[in-house]
């Protein structure tokens, strides 16, 4: 990989790895607060109109930070990571619409909340491999 | 010189200077006194121990006070005093 | 009322009150008749956005007139004759009511207020 | 015993109300992202604020003059004015912030769109105005607000570290900017100036006299400090909830968890009435500030007791602080960076409300024997300098932490 290149250009205009990085960083805190609100529902100890709107609300977060990254122009070497991004801000948007669309079904939250694990697991990975540019 | 109107907010304005020219400060504030039923100026506290009056922060002692009888003109853009006052020339 | 006192410090900005203790303004500006070399008296006093613009530092002037308004008297600006005042204290206690001394007026109309208007 | 009574109410009223939507964002963030190490910055806030409006309490008492009658009688109208503006427009933001929260949290009780709850939070609270009398509006307000202990229980139930919550209280140097952004923020949160404007307005329409200055005294300690209480409430259970799992308050909504996770429904019911009231409570207090800031400011009638019709301009210009709050909300910004950008504002006007107060406060011409003592002379006096300091660093912080989006 051209590790030290990505390096020399980091920060002139184009999505940097670390803007990229921060980038995952937000998704990856959306999916942790997701994770919370699944459980809320899985042990029926929370209420669906408050699930509804703040799982829409977070789902639109990870909507907006999917298509900032689309968008975004990113440095060499970094595109594969970026798509990779990408990609996993459409699951975390998906599985918290699911929440939003099903806020009581104690089912789909155990579902929803495997899938978060999942996506909050990618993520980590993700972030590691953008950190040392590898 | 016909007895004329000053606005409080003109005398606070203007640059007050002795005879000599020799600047004495700004005005900070009027002094009155109740003479006879009505209230004449009796001085102006002049310099910058005035502005800290202003504030509350020191008293105005009478020897701040620079008297109106020392006051010889009030031109348009500044006051003359006959002689120097006290605390003008300590400053 | 005091025996002596200055006027910055304990009269201008105060606040009107009227004999019904209704609030009516504030002194914008402080009255003084004479002139040097004879007795100086305070002869009435000033309220309303007109009486601001004298009161602001030079370079604002114009700006202050645009927005508050000159000094027309009776409309944005009173004069309360001196007369009127019952006591200099915590407020400039008046002799009568508001009405009576033209003070109940809307003196103040930020929104329709159009600069240079 | 009635009197205790009566003084008990108000201090508890105090509890309730000092906590605004700032106070809920600065304090849940920084649990989430530095965990216990700002703890310290939360007392210096409360102490500041009770100071102040010990001060302004005093005032209003001995010399019934409220904060803005003070700024222009000492200041003058130059310093006046620009002061004025500056508070008329930090309280806007303010204002709009607070019924933004409004909105958000009716949405998230009865989920429907934003906008329109917005707009129906803003005329339930200008009902609300209208028909309470002002002690009542306090009482109303205050006492729901008490549901936000849920978040100080959530606190202890999580069974934080204490020996780091201790540790949290030492002031330690760093050098993130995002930390120092946060310093600012938590003190200037709870140092808002509206809160003193209300304050100080209240007492002169309660008609206090020298003999309420013990109330005075109690509701700055204990009603503030108290109040404070619930402010490390939300940084201890967000320092144990948020900042393991990674979750970043970015929304009002997830606040709520914070008392959801350990509580369940019971929990998430008694945060979101308590942020409900607390923050239209600031709301209601922020519009009354607006408005006695201008009356003050100008001589005009004031206040709530005098019926609508014997204030008219006063009442004009606190529903005008309602609508303009709203239209400021249409423009779509996010309720949560009108609060920062209230909040941090707030602080940079500060010093010029607070000196004067202090200079009144210490002149024994007006105030008698009720001036500054040795504690408050000298307290008042370093926490100048702290906001003078506080003021100049709150700008280039702000920004060089975009809001704290580090």
Not at chain 2, 67 to 85: C, E, F, G, S
Not at chain 4, 275 to 291: H, K, N, P
Request: proline residues 4%; charged residues 20%; hydrophobic residues 50%.
């Amino acid at each position: 990989m051209v590790a030290c290149g990505c390096a020399l250009l980091a920060g002139c205009g184009p999505l940097d790895r670390a803007e990229l990085g921060r980038g995952v960083e937000s998704l990856s805190a959306l999916a942790a607060e997701g994770q919370l609100l699944a459980d809320g529902v899985v042990q029926d100890r929370t209420r669906s109109t408050y699930t509804r709107v703040h799982a829409g609300t977070l789902a639109g977060d990870a909507a907006h930070e999917a298509q900032k990254l689309a968008d975004a122009t990113v440095e060499v070497g970094a595109d594969r990571e970026r798509d990779e991004a990408v990609a996993v801000a459409q699951r975390l948007d998906d599985a918290l619409g699911e929440l939003e669309t099903f806020p009581s079904g104690e089912r789909t939250a155990a579902d929803v909340h495997r899938a978060l694990t999942k996506i909050a697991d990618d993520l980590e990975r993700l972030a590691g491999r953008i950190k040392d540019g590898s | 010189m016909s007895a004329g109107v000053i606005k409080l907010s003109r005398l606070l304005e203007l640059r007050v200077e002795a005879e000599d020219g020799t600047p004495v400060g700004r005005v900070h504030d009027v002094r009155v006194r109740r003479v006879d039923g009505r209230y004449e100026v009796e001085g102006l506290i002049v310099g910058p121990r005035g502005l800290l009056v202003r504030l509350g922060w020191r008293r105005a002692r009478q020897r701040d006070v620079l008297a109106w009888k020392d006051v010889m003109a009030v031109d348009p853009d500044r006051l003359v005093v006959r002689r120097a006052n006290s605390s003008a020339r300590r400053m | 009322m005091d025996e002596r006192f200055d006027l910055v410090y304990r009269l201008l900005d105060d606040q009107l009150v009227d004999v019904d203790g209704r609030r009516c303004g504030r002194v914008d500006d402080v009255e003084l008749t004479g002139a040097a070399g004879e007795p100086l008296v305070v002869t009435g006093l000033l309220t309303g956005r007109g009486a601001y613009a004298a009161r602001l530092p030079a370079r604002w002037r114009r700006l202050a007139r645009a927005l508050f308004g000159r000094d027309v008297r009776g409309s944005t600006a009173r004069r309360v004759p001196w007369t009127e005042v019952s006591d200099v204290g915590v407020t400039v206690a008046l002799r009568r009511r508001a009405a009576d001394l033209g003070l109940d007026g809307d003196d103040w109309r930020p929104l329709d207020r159009v600069p240079g208007g | 015993m009635k009197a205790v009574l009566q003084i008990a109410l108000g201090i508890i009223a105090a509890i309730g109300g000092f906590v605004d939507i700032g106070d809920l964002v600065f304090n849940s963030q920084a649990g989430a992202v530095f965990g216990y190490e700002l703890m310290w910055a939360v007392p210096i806030g409360v102490l500041g604020i009770g100071l102040y409006a010990e001060m302004c309490g005093r005032v209003a008492a001995v010399t019934k003059r409220p904060v803005f009658d003070v700024i222009r009688m000492r200041m003058g109208l130059t310093t006046g004015l620009i002061v004025l503006v500056a508070s008329l427009f930090v309280n806007l933001l303010t204002v709009a912030a607070e019924i933004g929260g409004v909105g958000l949290l009716l949405q998230l009780f009865f989920d429907a769109p934003f906008t329109l709850f917005a707009l129906l939070g803003a005329l339930a609270l200008a009902t609300i105005i209208w028909f309470v009398p002002f002690e009542g509006l306090e009482r109303l307000f205050g006492y729901a607000g008490l549901a936000l202990f849920v978040f100080v229980a959530a606190a202890l139930y999580l069974g934080p570290d204490w020996h780091s919550v201790a540790r949290g209280f030492v002031p330690e140097a760093k050098s993130s900017t995002l930390y120092w952004y946060f310093v600012v923020g938590l003190v200037a949160a709870a140092l808002m100036p509206y809160e003193v404007y209300f304050y100080s307005s209240g007492a002169v329409e309660e008609r206090w006299g020298p003999g309420d200055l013990r109330v005075n005294r109690l509701n700055a300690v204990i009603g503030y400090g108290i109040g404070g209480l619930l402010s490390l409430g939300i940084m201890v259970s967000a320092a144990q909830l948020f900042a393991p799992a990674g979750v970043s308050p970015d929304h009002l909504g997830t606040v709520p968890l914070l008392a959801q996770v350990p509580f369940g429904e019971t929990g998430l019911l008694l945060a979101l009435l308590g942020m409900l009231f607390a923050i239209g409570g600031a709301a209601v207090d922020a519009s009354f500030a607006g408005a006695y800031s201008i009356a003050q400011f100008a001589g005009w009638e004031w206040g709530k007791y005098r019926r609508a019709s014997g204030a008219p301009r006063f009442t004009l210009a606190w529903l005008l602080f309602f609508a303009l709050g709203l239209i400021v909300l249409m423009t779509g910004i996010d309720p949560l960076d009108l609060t920062e950008y209230s909040v941090v504002l707030s602080v940079v006007a500060l010093p010029l409300t607070y000196l004067p107060v202090l200079l009144i406060a210490r002149d024994r011409t007006f105030m008698g024997d009720h001036v500054n003592g040795a504690i408050a002379g000298s307290l008042g006096w370093v926490y100048f300098v702290v906001l003078v300091v506080v003021a100049v660093v709150a700008i280039p912080l702000l920004l060089a932490t975009n809001a704290g989006a580090g």
